[in-house]
């Protein structure tokens, strides 16, 4: 592209959407930098592969999930009264019990 010409124009001119010819224009000259990094380090600067761009990152280790307790349910119903305790590993087994007895 030569100075003073439009993106628009060129863009026009090669079938080409302006926006994508505006951002390739803003990475070729981009580039450069790298090699400007490395003058001023002293040591060449290396960018890594695009498909190497996995960082692996650390998780802290899982903590052990504290035992829950018991469901406690009181139900009354007239002069009855009925106090039930189920495990919560088994609340599923539980609701469908209530489910039942509740009908």
Known sequence: MQPG????AVAMAHGVNANLLRRWV???????LAGAISKTTGE?????????LFLPVGLPAPTP???L???RIEL???A???TLTWPVSAAGD???WLHELLR
């Open 44 to 52: 060449p600067v290396h960018a890594p592969p695009r498909d190497a």
């Open 94 to 96: 539980c609701a469908a």
């Open 69 to 71: 307790a018991d469901n």
């Open 5 to 8: 010409m439009s993106m628009a």
């Open 26 to 32: 803003r990475e070729a000259e981009m580039k450069p």
């Open 76 to 78: 009354q119903r007239g």
């Open 65 to 67: 999930q504290p035992q």
């Open 80 to 82: 009855t009264a009925i």
